[in-house]
């Protein structure tokens, strides 16, 4: 891991031009690159540590992490085929032959990014020291906001590789090497949970600004990072089957790194034991997720209730409810069907209401190039990836949630995250790719609800403009996704048969059919309410920790798509299970000719970690491979371990 850290020094921060001082768009997004900084000569004033903040967002935003945000989440998942454009390794990783040489495993910029987080919280006490205009009081913020940065960076790492290094000391050049162990999955989940707790209520509510309280860390978003680790955390624990083989055990046991093989015998690694000790049970951590989702809500609310005031003094505040934190919903006045604004709202303009925190793009100092090299250009051709064709399979005009497919006709997601052609080969992926998506004709307005019953959304119906720049910003959390995290959590910890509550079930239910009414307005249709829409989407149907759990997997996958989240809610699904059987008959409704290939390689729960990258293997003697994947560059399970 030597590689990692060593060579950032702080000639890699860059400065902003306004500091945190910024009143618009452009100043927050405008970057000047400086020259090598001499570090001595640079932690001065509030000044410096506010450029270095910013270069923390600024790395974070460039696009080899933005390409790993998608390639982590979602290339492994049942939502990405190949392209005609397609590398060897993206074909080879689709089909599960995973190989440490992969450069889509190098874990590099994620740890680059760690050491800029780490350099501001070294060196922040000191500009409180030499800067007599810097108050502690001052500092607190942005210690909280920078930690923020750093554990999001963590979690990613620990979702995709299982074990990783857990990283709070910057390193500066070439003279200081970086030696340091993977530390274990619940480590490195329990360190982050207690960095966030510890500053989350330090951390800044309101910056002033729309584009600051979405584009950086406030306490929502920490409370939404916080939910998010609980649900893993809490699906962790549940499984009762850790992935760890006897080796990595042994590793970590003795807290140091230790060759065994070839100081210690087959013996003696199968004899040591190491025990985790839970200070909570997974029920509490469920519990804790909701309690961060209700945070949130509630925020969230206060803030909708005194946005309303300010348009309508006179608003009927009784007939607000959180449904309403979801943008462009349907039209509570007219009833007309606003749904398809929503993708315009969310991700064609960006700093949508919706929005928790997503990173900032210009498309001038700060490019998105990942989603046109990714997903479609703008001309439309496919890049490294395509929509898997099990999506669409009898995709009929009936809405009908509990169906095997996932995008029906009506559902405005379909058309929102793809790209149809009247000649359909493949389907190229349009998520983020569109700045703005609008409705023609019927559809637009209020008859389609009442009289166009069996008319479904067409091309001819759906008007998609591509982006003129590539300046999508890129989303990490969303209030749809605390509706879903927090009807995930309720499924498992009132769904059991011994703790059942319908009553709290219902309310899981009802979080879900606030995202799935967004995008399916017609199935709500009180006009329509015998038909098999309606009588599909009832909680009674939904009664159980199995069939609540598996509505909101279907709906996180309509919902989510495209946007880096599919494969570790599948991940996080096996490992609630203590195994990847069940995940896997979800999965292999993918349509490939591999499949049966690709089950028996995830056949273990450990396989559904990527391999550590080799070149930091060569470079840190302290690193070990992860134990299903081989050493010698294939990817055959290691049976002997």
């Not at 987080?117 to 009081?137: M, R, T, Y």
């Not at 469920?286 to 509630?298: F, G, H, R, V």
């Not at 005031?309 to 409810?321: A, G, K, V």
């Not at 091309?459 to 605390?482: E, H, L």
């Amino acid at each position: 891991m030597n590689n990692i850290i060593k060579n950032i020094a702080l000639c890699g921060l860059v400065a902003v031009s306004a500091g945190f001082g910024f009143s618009s768009c452009e100043d927050f997004l405008t970057i000047t690159p400086t020259d090598r900084i001499v570090e001595e000569e640079f932690w001065e004033d509030k000044n410096d540590l506010d450029n270095a903040v910013m270069a923390c967002y600024r790395r974070m935003a460039e696009n080899d992490m933005l390409t790993k945000y998608i390639s982590w989440g979602e290339e492994r998942s049942d939502n990405f085929e190949r392209s005609t454009n397609s590398s060897d390794a993206d074909a080879n990783i689709i089909k599960a032959n995973l190989l440490p040489t992969y450069g889509q495993f190098n874990w590099t910029p994620f740890y680059n990014a760690i050491n800029y987080c780490n350099k501001v919280l070294a060196h922040g006490p000191e500009i409180v020291q030499k800067d007599q205009s810097f108050s502690e009081a001052q500092w607190k913020p942005i210690r909280a906001e920078v930690i923020a940065l750093r554990s999001l960076c963590h979690f990613y790492l620990v979702r995709t590789f299982g074990e990783v290094p857990y990283v709070t000391t910057d390193y500066n050049n070439d003279s200081q090497e970086l030696r340091q162990a993977q530390s274990t999955q619940l480590t490195v989940l329990n360190n982050i949970i207690d960095d966030l707790e510890s500053v989350m209520q330090d951390a800044t509510i309101d910056y002033g600004t729309m584009i600051q309280n979405k584009g950086r860390i406030t306490r929502q978003a920490i409370y939404a990072l916080l939910a998010d680790i609980y649900l893993w955390r809490a699906s962790y624990k549940a499984g009762n089957n850790h992935p760890f083989t006897k080796i990595t055990l042994a590793k970590n046991y003795n807290g140091e790194f230790k060759d065994l093989k070839a100081n210690g015998s087959k013996t003696e690694i199968n004899n040591l034991k190491r025990e985790e000790i839970y200070t909570t049970t997974a029920e509490d951590d469920y519990l804790a997720c909701i309690n961060y989702c209700n945070k949130i809500l509630s925020i969230e609310m206060t803030d909708l209730v005194e946005r309303t005031l300010e348009e309508d003094p006179m608003e009927d505040l009784t007939t607000l409810s959180e449904e309403d934190l979801l943008v462009a919903n349907v039209s509570k006045k007219t009833g007309n069907n606003l749904s398809s604004s929503a993708y315009t709202q969310i991700f064609g303009r960006g700093n949508s209401t919706e929005s928790i925190f997503e990173l900032q793009i210009d498309g001038v100092s700060c490019e998105n190039t990942m989603i046109s090299s990714l997903f479609s250009n703008k001309e439309g051709k496919a890049g490294l990836f395509t929509g898997s064709i099990s999506l669409f399979n009898d995709a009929s005009d009936n809405p009908n949630i509990e169906s095997d497919y996932v995008f029906s006709k009506t559902d405005y997601r379909r058309w929102n995250s793809f790209i149809f052609t009247s000649t359909q080969e493949s389907f190229n992926i349009a998520k983020y790719v569109y700045s703005t998506i609008t409705q023609r004709g019927p559809l637009a307005k209020d008859e389609y609800l009442t009289s166009n019953k069996d008319k479904s959304l067409t091309t001819s119906t759906i008007n998609q403009v591509a982006r003129s720049t590539n300046n999508a910003n890129w989303i990490f959390y969303r209030m749809s996704d605390i509706f879903l995290m927090k009807a995930e959590a309720i499924s498992q910890l009132y769904g059991d048969e011994e703790n059942l509550d319908t009553e709290k079930l219902a309310e899981g239910f009802h979080y879900v059919r606030d995202v799935f009414k967004r995008s399916n307005p017609y199935a709500y249709d009180k006009q329509h309410n015998t038909s098999a829409r309606n009588d599909s989407l009832k909680p009674e149907y939904f009664n159980t920790k199995e069939t609540l759990e598996r509505l909101v997997l279907d709906e996180r996958q309509r919902e989510f798509y495209g946007e880096g989240k599919r494969w570790f809610d599948l991940v996080r699904y096996a490992l609630r299970r203590g195994g990847t059987s069940e995940m896997l008959k979800i999965y292999s409704k993918k349509k490939t000719d591999d499949m049966n290939s690709i089950k028996v390689k995830l056949a273990h729960i450990q396989a559904l970690f990527s391999p550590v990258y080799n070149t930091e293997i060569k470079n840190n003697s302290w690193l070990y491979q992860n134990g299903v994947w081989s050493v010698n560059e294939t990817s055959s399970r290691t049976e002997d371990l």
